[in-house]
C-alpha cells in the first residue's frame, strides 16, 4: 500500500508541473560585466575630490581631501587581477589643498595648479619619489590671474603649456596663451596670445576648457571654448610650439537649433601616440553641443592629416550630454576608449559606457551596469558612484575611481579588464560603401541584366559632353569588380535613348533602344565580349507604324530548336498612331514582324500613352504569356493618370481587352517575371515564376508604394499589399522564388525582400541628402547578390553610384502553393472606351483592395500566459491525476481485501 500511495503521490506530483516548459523572460544582456568589486580606499566617512594618477610605470596613486585630516594619499597595485593597495596616509605636497593636473614626462612628474591668489605654478618631483613630499621641488609662479589651463609633454620629454590669463594691460589681453619648457622647467619661453576676446575678461575660473594634446612628431593642437559666444576652436602648431595658425571655429549654435539646446562646449582633442598603435598624424576633437532636434549630444570630428583636412562630425551613439569624458589609449589597441557619464536626464544615470574607435568608427556603447549595482560590503546600501574618474593602470586593464558622496562619503576603487574590443563593434555594413561607377552628367535610367554565368550587364546612354552625341555606353560586374565603362554603340540621329537589355538562353546580349531620329534600334553581341564595341551587331531599325516610338522594352525565350524568340514592346506616345505596339523576332534578331497593336490609344479617345513594361512567362513549358503594363498620359507633358495592363497567350497575335490597375497617377510601375521561359520544357531556372506588379502613387500629396502577384500567369491576382507610404523613387528586381525592391527615402536606402508571400524589411543604407532628383535601377544575380544604382542627383549630377549587398537565396519550390486567389470585381469607376482588339482569353478585371492599415496584422511577440491560461492548464492536469490516484487507492484497497 505504501508503495503504491508513494508512486500516485509521484505521478501527481509530475502531472502538475507537467505542461509547457516555463518560457525564459527575454533579457537585455548586462555589456558592463566584469567589474571587481568596489574597494574603500578612504574608509574615513569625511573623504570628497579625488583624483586618480597613473605614473609613466603604471603605477597607480589616488589623492582626495578629508574634511578633517586633510590631503590623503594611497597608492595600490595589481595583483592577480585585483589592486592591493596601501593604508592611506596623510601628505603634505606643494600644491596642498589644490586640485593640480598631474603630468608624467621621462621620470619626472610635473603638477600644475591654480591657488587661491589665481597664479598658476608648477612644482615637479622624479618618479620613483612621487609620495615623498619632501622631495618635491619648490612651486615656481608661471602666470598670474590664470582662470584656466592645460599643460601636455612633448615626445621629447619638453613641457606645453597653455592658459587662459585675465590680464588689465593693453599689450596683454585677456586670452589664450602658449609658452613652453625644456624637461627642468626651470626656464619657460615668452607667452605667445593664440586668441584673444573681451569676452573671456569676466568668467569665473574653471568656467573655460582648455585641452592640449601632442603627438609623437612634435605637432601640438589646443581646443577650447568661449562659454558667452558658445563657441569651440581649434589651433594646430607643426614646429612644436613655435608658431600656431590661426584658431579655427569648428562649431556654434546654428539659427534652427533649439532654444534650450545647449551651446557647444567642453572640447576635448587627441592627438596619436605611438605606444597606442597609432600613425602620429590622427587627431580626434569631442565636444557637447545641441544641434538639430537634439537639446545636447556629444559630437566627434577626427582628421587624419595633422588637422589639414577633417571628416564630418557626427554625434557619437549616445543619449544626452555626458557629466565626463576621458579618451585613453591602450597600449596593446590602436583605439582611444571613452567613458561617458550619463547625465542626470537618462533614466539610469549612474551608468557609464565604453566606447573603442576602430580607426573608422566608434563602438556600440558598453553601457557598464555593474558599476550601477554596486552595494556597501558593510551596510548593502546601494553606493552611488559619483566623481568618476579611469585610467589604464596595468596592460588590458581599467581602473576607476570614485567617490559616495550620498551615503559613507567614502572613495572608492574597481577595476575590469578590456576585453576583446573587436566584440564591441557592430557586424560589417550588410550594403557596401556606394562608389562611383561613371562619371558624366546625363546619365539616365542605366539597364541591367544577368547572363547564366551569374555575370551582370550594364548599359546607359551617355551624352559626350554638354552639347555632345549620346551614346550606348557599357560595363561589366562579376561580382567584385566592375569593368571600365566604355562606348559600344552609336545610334543614328546622334542620339541614344535609355537602353533595355535582355541576355538569351545561348549567352547573347540583346539591346533596344530610341535613336535620335525617332526610330528604334536592336543590336546583339556576345556577352562575354560586349566591352568591346566593334562587337556589338549594326543596330538595325525595328518596324514601327510611325517614327516616334519611346521607351522600348525587350524579353527574349529559348524555342524548342534552341534558338531564341525575341519581343520588343513600345510606345508610340502621341499623334495619329499613338498606342503599345510589339514587335518580335523568331531567328535570334535577324527579321522582325511587323507591330501589332497591344492597345490602340487614338481608337479609345486618349492624349497619350508612356513608359511600356514587358514581362514573359510560360504555360508549362508549352507557350509563353505576355504581359504589358503601360501609363495612360496627358498631353503636353505625357503625365500618367492610370496604369492598365493586359496579355497575350497566343505569341503575341491578340492581346486582352486593357484593365485598370490604378487610376491613382502612377509615378512609376515595374512588371517583372523571373526566369527564361523555354518552349517546349521546363522554364530555366526551374518553376513557374510568380509575376509581380509594382506601382507608386499620390493620392493627396501621400506617396504609397504598392505591389501585386499572380501565380497563374496573370489570370488572377492576388489582394495589392502596400510596401511603403514614403515618397522616393524606387526599383525592383526578381527571380524565381524571390523579389526585391528598394526605395530611396529620407537620405536613406530601404530594402523590403519577397518572403513566404509577404514582404519583409531588410536593412537599410544611410545616403547623403542628394535632393529629389535621384533615380534608381537593381539587379540580382543568381547567387543572391543584389545591386543597386543611383543617379541624376542635384547634387551630384556627374556621378553614377553603385552599392550591392548579398541576400537569402532563392525559396525553394517546396514552399506551400498561395492560397487561390478570387478575381475581384471591376473598379467602380468608369473607364474611357478601349480599342476593340481581339480577346481569345477574357481576363477578370482586377482592382485594388484596401490593404490593412500597419500594425493591424497579428502580433509577433509570443503568447502571453494570463491567469485564466494557468488556472485552465493546472486543472486540466490535476484532474486526470486526481482520477489516475483514486483508481489506484481503489484498486490497491481491493486486492488487500481479496487477500483476507
Known sequence: MSKSVFLCGWLLLALLFWGDPPRRALAQTATGSGWTSPQNLSQSGAAAEPL???????QAYVLWRDALAGPMLTQGALVEGQYNWLPPAPVAFPFGAA???????????????????AVLQVSWVAQAEFAVAAAWAAPQPLVERALAFTA????????????LARQAAPAAPAGIYYQQADTSAAAWSEPILLYHSPYLRALAAGSVTLQLAASPAGDLFLVWDNPPLEQVFFSHSADGGASWGEPLLFDQRAPNDLVDAAGPGQPLVYAGSDAGGWQPAVVHLLWTAGHGSDTCRLYHQWSGDNGAVWQPSQPLPLTGCPQAIQLLAPSHNVAPLLLFAAPAAVVLPTQPALLAWDGQQWSLPQFQTDLSAFRHPDTYRPLALGCQQTALAAADRLLLVGCDAAQSQDIWAASRPLAILADWFPPPPVWSEPAVLAAAAGIAAPALTVDGDGLVHLAWSQPDGDNGPAAIYY?????????????????????????S???????????????GNGALYFSQVVAAAAASGSNWAEPLALPQPQTAA???????VTQADGSSRIYVAYAVPFNEARGVYLTQSQDGGQSWTEPIAVFAAAAAGWEGVSQPRLAVTSLDGAAVILHVTWTRAQMP?????????????????????????????PRWHDLLSGGLPTLGGSPTLGGSPTLHRFWQTAADSRAVLWHQASDDGGLTWHAAQRLSTQSGPAAAVAIPGQA????????????WQWQDNQWLPAESLALPAWGDDVGLSAGITPNGSLLTLFYGSAAAPADLFFTSRRVPPPASASHPPRPVATPTPPPSRPSPPLSPTPTPLPLPTATLPFPREEGAAGSLLPPSTSSADLLLRVALSVIPAGIFVILVLFRGLQKRRERR
Do not use: C
Open 52 to 58: 586618480l594618477f597613473v605614473d609613466g610605470d603604471g
Open 475 to 499: 560595363a561589366r560586374w562579376d561580382g567584385a569588380n566592375w569593368s571600365l565603362p566604355v562606348p559600344v554603340l552609336s545610334l543614328p540621329g546622334g542620339h541614344a535613348g535609355p537602353p
Open 740 to 751: 526585391q525592391v528598394v526605395q530611396w527615402t529620407e537620405e536613406m536606402l530601404q530594402q
Open 637 to 665: 507633358a505625357l503625365t500618367a493618370t492610370a496604369l492598365y495592363y493586359s496579355q497575350s497567350t497566343d505569341g503575341g497575335l491578340t492581346f486582352t481587352p486593357a484593365e485598370v490597375v490604378t487610376d491613382d497617377r
Open 99 to 117: 586640485r593640480p593636473m598631474l603630468l608624467s614626462a621621462g621620470a619626472t612628474v610635473y603638477a600644475f595648479w591654480i591657488d587661491a591668489a
Open 550 to 556: 519611346v521607351t522600348p522594352r525587350i524579353a527574349a
Open 152 to 163: 601636455a609633454a612633448g615626445a621629447d620629454g619638453g613641457l606645453h603649456l597653455a592658459y
Open 501 to 515: 537589355l535582355a541576355v538569351d538562353s545561348r549567352g547573347r546580349l540583346l539591346l533596344a533602344a530610341a535613336g
